[in-house]
């Protein structure tokens, strides 16, 4: 099956400062990326849907200016934590659908961030 | 989008079949139903999707009745590898579906 891939796997960051998360269609192209957050226990929650070209949709309650979303291209997502927060450490999972006509969308492994 | 229900938790033993049912009561016409694993720190995996009666792939079966309120996931003779938490979602495919999940079903097998 395609492959994404999420770069980096884990980070370390001290509060204040902002942290860049890449997500990556290896073998197909995505018009659509979605970006998701999950908490220990808890189910994967939708941050924002990252549509190449254009500005990311984001869900009710998540600060656009503070997760930064950019779709450069049909390959590539990328989401930027600005200002981290100690409670902003947390499992970020991104997504990519493919561009066909049942959409099947593949997810990548993570990455997990902690802001100290 | 068609709200989903698992059950929170189960518990199997090695070589048991599970069945993991997902409760869609306001599915639409043109909504696939789509399980997912997830282990622990990792992204969810694709396992299976169907429309309707019974689909069957190399790691699980999904059957689904012909009024398609509801599905049920069968993982034949589970090992312990095969703990993880299981998503159920619905959706129509492609377009403009943004996908979102429930809370899952954490299965635990014991040996």
């Known amino acids: 099956g395609a492959v994404v891939s999420q770069h980096p796997s884990w980070v370390i960051c001290k509060s204040g400062t902002s942290v860049k998360i890449e997500c990556r269609s290896l073998?197909?192209?995505?018009?659509?990326m979605f970006w998701y957050r999950q908490f220990p226990k808890q189910s994967l929650m939708l941050m924002a849907t990252s549509n190449e070209g254009s500005k990311a949709t984001y869900e009710q309650g998540v600060e656009k200016d503070k997760f930064l979303i950019n779709h450069a291209s049909l390959t590539l997502s990328t989401l930027t934590v600005t200002s981290a927060h100690p409670e902003d450490s947390s499992f970020y999972i991104c997504?990519?659908?493919?561009?066909?006509?049942?959409?099947?969308?593949?997810f990548g492994p993570g990455t997990r961030l902690t802001v100290t | 989008l068609a709200k989903t229900t698992q059950p929170i938790s189960m518990d199997s033993y090695e070589g048991q079949e599970v069945n993991i049912t997902c409760s869609h009561n306001?599915?639409?016409?043109?909504?696939?139903i789509t399980w997912y694993q997830q282990f622990p720190s990792q992204g969810p995996r694709f396992i299976i999707q169907g429309y309707k009666t019974k689909v069957t792939n190399e790691v699980a079966s999904l059957f689904i009745p012909a009024d398609r309120k509801s599905s049920t996931l069968s993982l034949p003779r589970v090992s312990l590898s095969d703990t993880a938490v299981y998503y159920c979602l619905v959706g129509p495919p492609g377009g403009s579906y943004i996908p979102t999940f429930g809370r899952g079903t954490s299965l635990i097998v014991h040996p």
């Open positions: 073998d197909f192209q995505a018009t659509t």
């Open positions: 997504s990519a659908r493919l561009t066909s006509v049942k959409g099947e969308q593949y």
């Open positions: 306001n599915i639409a016409t043109n909504d696939y």
